[in-house]
């Protein structure tokens, strides 16, 4: 060997006690140059090596502001979780929020400032000379054409960007693709305000959205799935109250897919559809006690009859509609979802306030006072005014924070952006912005800096740096501008000095230092504020007289309308550089890595496509390549497409991948401030065709699916008694039973970690499927806390995937006029007593623990594969590559990715079987901490990573020796069944069926 490690340097790093860290090179035999070793003789009171701290912050994937608890270890973050403090997220956490940890670690983050040189090439400067740079320019534009882009920072940093800006006689702009300025300029047209208001959806008896995706996109999905759960979630012994939910819009989404019934109404005309609904409510004198006479007769032109035929359902269902929302006593009405953002978006909205008006919803389940903070964003209007300054020449500089309009407002945008004198990103990656800008000043990532955001009122959250940051030489925005001032405090002072006033409000009397202190430890300040009376205003009374009018989409009147919508994953885009995003199987179509067009199956039939062949998508304002993906769940008129993709810059995961959905939409603001986002398309056939990369648990066609998940009308569970299994299969002959019983016991007969209950755990879980949405959270929890490896977008193509955890998605009706529905499950090992994979293992690696569990051995693992053929639940993955291997072709933590994986995971090599063990590193850091406690392990004491970010608490984990832990008290409900139970594998997986409300004739 050319090198080698010397002797004397081997023992001086063996002698190091505790866990400090040693940089090891490359080591000759000659003389080495002088290093500190210094060990962790005293630890810092907040790191205790082995051990993780929590540290609270908030999220800042999108604007709905949720708490966060980071988890570090021995100096690094490796895990986030919901902060249970938080009003937001109440404890829970998203597939993006999770994903927000590959951010701080992402391997193409720009690690120093960078300047266009002479020849057009970003090179590294130094902050001294960048700051000189930035300081001339602004000086030199006196006051005039200066603009200063950012996304929503409704908080400090925003309050120091309004003043700077104003200092430099510039202008601020914020700019959210997704803004919502349909709900905003629909609630003002309705009440006089463009506030977003709380939306009390726990307690309502029945939920109408007209396109507004509460589940997936829309404001705070996460605290809205709580909430349906809440209203939607079966329980027994409410005799049947379930909420029922009723979805309107021309596309099957993640929302739609969860309702009771989808109304598949033409694009545009879901404000119609709201207005018939009210002047039934209104005629027969169902709702609240209103000006009657006056607003039944503004809605007289709006009759189920009129509306009908452009709705494009009978007017029959629109009258039962009616009654079933106003008899509720308890409905609510949402809409202005971004995929529902049409010419006439506001006009829906409006219609839909009405109609909880007239049915008492306003101020019992709609509630202003408590408003969202997108209230305070632009309108998209004020970006279009930016970008035609800069077209005419008018912008000499223009700053860009937390937003990339480069990949959001296409080729109109940069047409504009080469007549701006001076372009400066503070991107931390190299987005299509920042790849365009004449200076780049990489700022810190949230998980690294302070800050704070006003999500909604009442809600102060704070962000603090929960780890030092990963490249030395980046800094936060808010030092620079303070910098540029000539001011020498830092971020953190002025933060300081902002929160003086939430003290003076909130501080209770304690000195600032200490409230400062525990508002930091909570992870902010949670207020609550009154509720605010609306009464409906004179723009309203235009809403109802109007005549019944379809929406004018741009492009030829024959063409089918498109409607591009949020992706529940990568969103506008800025989760696309995520590879745990970009992994993640889209909810409804189950594609990862690249976009699609959705065409319904009669469409698809009379263009001669199939699932995989591409279209050209061609519209007034571009024009796309996207692949199809047929499906029932949308209208035969309609194509839509998801954002998201498409990216020529933001990093190795997102670039050079599909098409950009924004290519197709006007860059121009409608009639009430916002953009469109459906358009008239002419599509026509390439020949080519692709295999669509989709998950392994996606049965494509009709039907199925009945043995995995199962559905029960209301009616029927609302009347199921205890300890009435009508799903139970029987397992055994009566002559075996006796003897497969001693069995069982015998398998747990002794504890190892404290003999407190005399035998053995048995560890269970139990997932109701009457609560779970689809959302994916928990697929995305499980690769963070597992080491789960991403293997690409070919070797997801071939079904090699390593989730341990997936989403499965089955249609059901279709045929014949019957509805069409979809129903999804959580599939991951069922831990079965009686596990097919385990006697077939040659060498021993899949083994039967005493507490149930089915472990694997990946040390004894060869690779065999028996185990995966013997498995009838298809959980068991193969490692084909070392996804570790630094440099390879599938590496999946290129550095410094890595330092995102879990210590108390091994990270598996190629060759080997892997496999769901219910988190078993959770189970014995437990137990061991019960051990150390000398007490037994409660029930809520380990929770698996699922269960912990579902934000519908749909998966329970607990011991099903325990009868009183709520795992084993719903493994008894009635609805509960295991997974192909005549197969008698004994699974540990109880599954509670899905309870529908029948749609009646």
Same mark, same amino acid.
């Given at each position: 060997m050319s090198e080698g490690m010397n002797r004397r340097r081997f023992l001086t790093v063996l002698g190091v006690t505790g866990g400090g860290a040693a940089a090891l090179g490359a080591c000759g035999v000659g003389a080495e140059p002088a290093q500190k070793l210094i060990p962790y003789?005293?630890?810092?009171?907040?790191?205790?090596?082995?051990?993780?701290?929590?540290?609270?912050?908030?999220?800042?994937?999108?604007?709905?502001?949720?708490?966060?608890?980071?988890?570090?270890?021995?100096?690094?973050?490796?895990?986030?979780?919901?902060?249970?403090?938080?009003?937001?997220?109440?404890?829970?956490?998203?597939?993006?929020?999770?994903?927000?940890?590959?951010?701080?670690?992402?391997p193409d983050r720009v690690t120093d400032p960078l300047?266009?040189?002479?020849?057009?090439?970003?090179?590294?400067i130094s902050w001294d000379d960048a700051l000189k740079q930035l300081g001339a320019k602004v000086k030199a534009a006196g006051g005039k054409g200066i603009?200063?882009?950012?996304?929503?920072?409704?908080?400090?940093?925003?309050?120091?960007?309004?003043?700077?800006?104003?200092?430099?006689?510039?202008?601020?702009?914020t700019y959210e693709p997704f803004a919502f300025e349909a709900l905003r300029e629909g609630?003002?047209?309705?009440?006089?305000?463009?506030?977003?208001?709380?939306?009390?959806?726990?307690?309502?008896?029945?939920?109408?959205?007209?396109?507004?995706?509460?589940?997936?996109?829309?404001?705070?999905?996460?605290?809205?799935?709580?909430?349906?759960?809440? #209203?939607?979630?079966?329980?027994?012994?409410?005799? =049947? @109250?379930?909420? +029922?939910? $009723?979805?309107? /819009? *021309?596309?099957? !989404? &993640?929302?739609?897919?969860?309702?009771?019934?989808?109304?598949?109404?033409?694009?545009?005309?879901?404000?119609?559809?709201?207005?018939?609904?009210?002047?039934?409510?209104?005629?027969?004198?169902?709702?609240?006690?209103?000006?009657?006479?006056?607003?039944?007769?503004?809605?007289?032109?709006?009759?189920?009859?009129?509306?009908?035929?452009?709705?494009?359902?009978?007017?029959?269902?629109?009258?039962?509609?009616?009654?079933?929302?106003?008899?509720?006593?308890?409905?609510?009405?949402?809409?202005?979802?971004?995929?529902?953002?049409?010419?006439?978006?506001?006009?829906?909205?409006? #219609?839909?306030?009405?109609?909880?008006?007239?049915? =008492? @919803?306003?101020? +019992?389940? $709609?509630?202003? /006072? *408590?408003?969202? !903070? &997108?209230?305070?964003?632009s309108p998209f209007k004020q970006m279009a005014d930016v970008v035609t300054d800069m077209q005419a020449g008018k912008v000499s500089v223009l700053l860009v924070h937390g937003a990339n309009p480069g990949h959001s407002l296409g080729g109109a945008f940069w047409q504009a952006w080469a007549k701006v004198g001076y372009k400066v990103s503070f991107s931390s990656y190299l987005d299509e912005s920042a790849s365009g800008a004449d200076l780049v000043l990489p700022d810190l990532h949230p998980l690294e800096q302070w800050n704070d955001s006003r999500p909604r009122a009442g809600v102060f959250a704070l962000q603090q740096p929960v780890m030092q940051q990963v490249f030395p030489n980046t800094r936060q925005t808010g030092d620079v501008l303070l910098t540029l001032t000539g001011k020498s405090d830092t971020f953190k002072d002025y933060l300081q000095g902002r929160w003086k006033t939430v003290h003076a409000r909130y501080g209770r009397g304690k000195p600032f230092a200490e409230f400062w202190t525990d508002s930091v430890q909570h992870g902010g300040v949670y207020g609550d504020v009154p509720a605010q009376a609306v009464r409906l205003g004179p723009d309203a009374a235009g809403i109802m007289a109007g005549a019944p009018a379809e929406p004018a989409f741009d492009g030829a009147a024959g063409d089918p309308v498109l409607v591009a919508f949020p992706s529940m994953a990568l969103y506008d885009g800025r989760g696309a550089n995520k590879s745990w995003l970009q992994e993640l199987p889209d909810p409804v179509s189950k594609i990862a890595w690249h976009a699609w067009v959705e065409v319904h199956p009669d469409t698809a039939a009379k263009w001669s496509v199939t699932d995989g062949d591409f279209l050209v998508l061609q519209s007034p304002h571009g024009s796309v390549r996207a692949p199809v993906a047929v499906t029932?769940?949308?209208?035969?008129?309609?194509?839509?497409?998801?954002?998201?993709?498409?990216?020529?810059?933001?990093g190795r995961y997102a670039r050079d991948r599909s098409f950009n959905a924004f290519d197709l939409l006007s860059a121009g603001a409608n009639a009430y401030g916002g953009r469109t986002f459906a358009v008239r398309v002419s599509a026509h056939t390439t020949g080519e065709h692709r295999f669509l990369a989709t998950s392994s648990g996606d049965p494509r066609g009709l039907g199925g699916g009945e043995e995995i998940i199962r559905v029960l009308p209301l009616a029927e569970a609302a009347h199921l008694a205890p300890g009435e299994h009508p799903g139970e299969h029987e397992e055994f002959p009566a002559y075996a039973a006796p003897a497969v019983a001693a069995w069982e016991k015998a398998q747990h007969e002794r504890a190892w970690l404290g003999d407190y209950a005399g035998t053995h755990p048995r560890w269970g879980m139990a997932i109701d499927l009457a609560k779970c949405t689809g959302c994916s959270a928990c697929v995305t929890a499980c690769y963070a806390e597992n080491n789960?490896?991403?293997?690409?977008?070919?070797?997801?193509?071939?079904?090699?995937?390593?989730?341990?955890?997936?989403?499965?998605?089955?249609?059901?009706?279709?045929?014949?006029?019957?509805?069409?529905?979809?129903?999804?499950?959580?599939?991951?090992?069922?831990?079965?007593?009686?596990?097919?994979?385990?006697?077939?293992?040659?060498?021993?690696?899949?083994?039967?623990?005493?507490?149930?569990?089915?472990?694997?051995?990946?040390?004894?693992?060869?690779?065999?594969?028996?185990?995966?053929?013997?498995?009838?639940?298809k959980v068991r993955y193969f490692n084909w590559y070392n996804f570790a291997e630094v440099g390879g072709e599938y590496e999946a933590w290129p550095s410094p990715l890595d330092w995102q994986l879990n210590p108390d995971v091994t990270v598996r090599e190629?060759?080997?079987?892997?496999?769901?063990?219910?988190?078993?590193?959770?189970?014995?850091?437990?137990?061991?901490?019960?051990?150390?406690?000398?007490?037994?392990?409660?029930?809520?004491?380990?929770?698996?990573?699922?269960?912990?970010?579902?934000?519908?608490?749909?998966?329970?984990?607990?011991?099903l020796?325990?009868?009183?832990?709520?795992?084993?008290?719903?493994?008894?409900?009635?609805?509960?069944?295991?997974?192909?139970?005549?197969?008698?594998?004994?699974?540990?997986?109880?599954?509670?069926?899905?309870?529908?409300?029948?749609?009646?004739?």
């Open positions: 003789l005293v630890q810092p009171d907040e790191q205790v090596p082995g051990m993780a701290t929590l540290y609270a912050t908030t999220c800042r994937e999108c604007a709905a502001g949720c708490g966060l608890h980071a988890k570090v270890r021995e100096g690094r973050v490796i895990k986030l979780e919901g902060n249970p403090e938080s009003p937001v997220n109440r404890g829970r956490l998203c597939a993006r929020g999770q994903a927000g940890l590959q951010g701080v670690y992402n300047a266009r040189n002479a020849q057009g090439v970003l090179e590294k603009v200063f882009v950012t996304g929503l920072e409704a908080g400090s940093f925003g309050d120091l960007v309004d003043e700077w800006t104003h200092a430099v006689g510039g202008k601020h702009v609630n003002r047209l309705a009440f006089g305000t463009g506030a977003i208001p709380s939306y009390d959806m726990a307690n309502a008896k029945y939920i109408l959205s007209f396109g507004a995706d509460f589940l997936d996109t829309w404001l705070s999905p996460v605290g809205y799935q709580q909430a349906f759960a809440q #209203a939607h979630g079966f329980d027994g012994r409410r005799d =049947g @109250a379930m909420a +029922k939910f $009723v979805f309107v /819009g *021309p596309r099957m !989404s &993640l929302t739609a897919m969860n309702a009771d019934e989808w109304v598949a109404a033409a694009p545009g005309t879901e404000g119609l559809l709201a207005l018939a609904l009210a002047e039934v409510i209104v005629r027969e004198r169902l709702g609240a006690a209103v000006d009657t006479g006056r607003v039944q007769a503004l809605l007289a032109r709006h009759t189920p009859q009129a509306v009908a035929g452009a709705v494009g359902i009978d007017a029959a269902v629109i009258e039962r509609l009616a009654r079933e929302f106003a008899k509720s006593k308890a409905g609510l009405a949402v809409a202005g979802g971004m995929a529902a953002h049409y010419p006439n978006g506001a006009e829906i909205v409006a #219609a839909v306030n009405i109609l909880n008006h007239v049915a =008492g @919803a306003i101020g +019992k389940t $709609v509630v202003f /006072g *408590p408003n969202q !903070s &997108l209230e305070t964003a029932l769940g949308i209208r035969p008129d309609v194509l839509a497409i998801p954002t998201g993709q498409g990216h020529t810059a933001y789960l490896a991403t293997v690409g977008e070919e070797l997801f193509q071939r079904h090699r995937q390593m989730s341990w955890m997936r989403i499965e998605r089955y249609w059901r009706g279709g045929e014949h006029g019957e509805p069409v529905r979809g129903v999804v499950s959580p599939m991951l090992c069922q831990q079965c007593e009686l596990a097919p994979c385990e006697p077939v293992c040659p060498v021993f690696a899949a083994y039967h623990t005493p507490d149930g569990l089915n472990a694997q051995v990946y040390n004894r693992c060869v690779g065999t594969r028996y185990c995966a053929n013997n498995c009838a639940y190629k060759g080997v079987m892997e496999k769901c063990t219910f988190c078993v590193q959770r189970i014995r850091g437990a137990q061991h901490q019960a051990r150390l406690g000398d007490r037994p392990v409660q029930d809520g004491d380990i929770t698996p990573a699922c269960a912990q970010s579902c934000p519908s608490d749909a998966i329970v984990f607990g011991d020796h325990d009868k009183t832990s709520r795992v084993a008290q719903l493994s008894e409900d009635p609805r509960g069944y295991h997974v192909f139970e005549a197969l008698n594998t004994k699974p540990a997986i109880t599954y509670l069926a899905r309870v529908v409300h029948e749609t009646e004739a």
